[in-house]
């Protein structure tokens, strides 16, 4: 059976946490993934920092994620660059596919959407997208409480 992709379109602060607490609890077979891949250093305290930094440059990059050069290249128009960060993602994907043993990937995240939404959907054309709204005034006061 082939892997279905599902992604998800949404500005944040929309409840992605809690769709991927639901989707993880109710649905078999199907990794779901909250904004990957995050740093979860193992170093002790000290050297935890400079783990982070080192392997969100070269390891679990910001391109990976979707953002950094990606948006860079999207404004661009440099497609070529934004395929080779999309197969990058998808390999990441199918990787972490393979080791869960499922065929479902649930990508809960604001960052899909700010570049690899193009070629990611050239590449896997039967993927599908959940979009996720929020009322304005919510989600407005939901970023001012974050107190950034």
């Known amino acids: 059976m082939s892997a279905r992709y599902i992604f998800t379109v949404t500005a944040g602060r929309s409840g992605q946490n809690s769709l991927a ?67 990058a993602r998808l390999a990441w994907i199918d990787r972490r596919l393979a080791r869960a043993g499922a065929h479902i990937y649930f990508d809960v995240s604001k960052y899909f959407v700010r570049g690899l939404h193009r070629p990611i959907a050239r590449l896997r054309p039967g993927l599908r997208l959940v979009r996720l709204v929020r009322d304005p005034i919510l989600n407005m006061r939901s970023f001012l409480n974050r107190g950034k």
């Open 21 to 87: 607490d639901i989707v993880r609890r109710h649905v078999p077979s199907c990794l779901t993934l909250f904004e990957e891949p995050q740093i979860r250093p193992w170093t002790p305290r000290p050297l935890a920092h400079y783990e982070r930094l080192f392997r969100r440059r070269f390891v679990e990059t910001h391109e990976l994620l979707g953002r950094g050069k990606v948006i860079e290249t999207f404004v661009a128009g440099d497609e070529a660059a934004l395929e080779h960060y999309a197969r």
